[in-house]
């Protein structure tokens, strides 16, 4: 596994070791101690989500609140995505910025958001399988969102010309801050 820092120093970028040949190929997609070990990360895994989403979808900027903040481990399966993970640590030297990776079935790389990021991302292919691995579990209570475009953040999202397909809550999220 390769781990590599992003411009945010706890986002990290996660590449497995892929052994591949004319019969397809092999990876470890998760290893609890080499993962720990590469990114400093305790928390445990405690929830999986798979999520289906067709071109143009953009899901997020989602969080959680304390004490059910969640950190994710996000892969993609099947198709294309570009994901987002916004600093939203008011104490932190990078509060409000983010930064955005492509993740792909080819490229298989992971990423890694801690507690107190938001997240988000767009579908570039015809459809994208996405999971998620999550450090607490799904709380309505805390859940929150970020609108997307907000325009302090100026999140770079690759549209392309098309117009986002968002849900009713992601619509209406709030300006951050």
Do not use: C
Request: glycine letters at 8%.
């Amino acid at each position: 596994m390769k781990a590599t820092p992003t411009k945010i120093p706890d986002v990290w970028i996660i590449e497995p070791r892929v052994f591949g040949d004319e019969r397809g190929f092999f990876f470890e997609s998760f290893n609890e101690q080499a993962f720990n070990a590469a990114t400093g990360n305790t928390l445990p895994f405690v929830q999986d989500n798979h999520s289906k989403s067709v071109k143009g979808v953009l899901r997020g900027l989602h969080y959680q609140l304390p004490p059910k903040a969640q950190g994710k481990l996000v892969r993609v399966v099947q198709g294309e995505v570009f994901d987002v993970a916004v600093d939203i640590r008011k104490d932190s030297p990078t509060y409000g910025q983010w930064v955005g990776e492509i993740l792909s079935a080819d490229n298989k790389k992971q990423l890694w958001i801690p507690p107190g990021f938001a997240h988000g991302f767009l579908t570039l292919s015809d459809t994208a399988e996405f999971l998620y691995k999550t450090s607490d579990t799904w709380s309505p209570e805390q859940e929150r969102a970020i609108i997307w475009n907000d325009e302090t953040l100026k999140i770079e999202w690759p549209l392309n010309g098309i117009e986002p397909q968002l849900a009713a809550k992601d619509k209406n999220a709030p300006l951050f801050g």
